[in-house]
């Protein structure tokens, strides 16, 4: 079995920064893909960026320049830093992460941290 734990999350003024980390824990033979997600209150759960094994990231268009994502191969761990926050970027950010745990990779996901902008 696979953990993802999220921390980081909080309450934060427009124009801050805060920082999301997910470590991964339990029977990890290696990890693939790994990504961040945000669910706003009454919408559908977006990608918000995605890392590979190697480095390369991607973010969605209404976050770039703004956030970057980046991971720990050695501590299963992966990082969203946020900065230039506004409003419209609160709600639940959730990681997750494709995980090989013997002969296939499967998807995890963490349990979701809040994040909440005031204007």
């Known amino acids: 079995q696979v953990q993802l734990v999220e921390s980081g999350g909080g309450l934060v003024q427009a124009g801050g920064s805060l920082r999301l980390s997910c470590a991964a824990s339990g029977r990890i033979f290696s990890i693939n893909v790994m990504g961040w997600y945000r669910q706003a209150p009454g919408k559908q759960r977006e990608l918000v960026a995605v890392?590979?094994?190697?480095?390369?990231?991607n973010t969605a268009d209404s976050v770039k320049g703004r956030f970057t994502m980046s991971r720990d191969n050695a501590k299963n761990t992966m990082y969203l830093q946020m900065n230039s926050l506004k409003p419209e970027d609160t709600g639940v950010y959730y990681c997750?992460?494709?995980?090989?745990?013997?002969?296939?990779?499967?998807?995890?996901w963490g349990q979701g941290t809040q994040v909440t902008v005031s204007s």
């Open positions: 997750n992460a494709n995980v090989r745990t013997g002969s296939y990779y499967m998807d995890y």
């Open positions: 890392i590979t094994s190697a480095g390369s990231t």
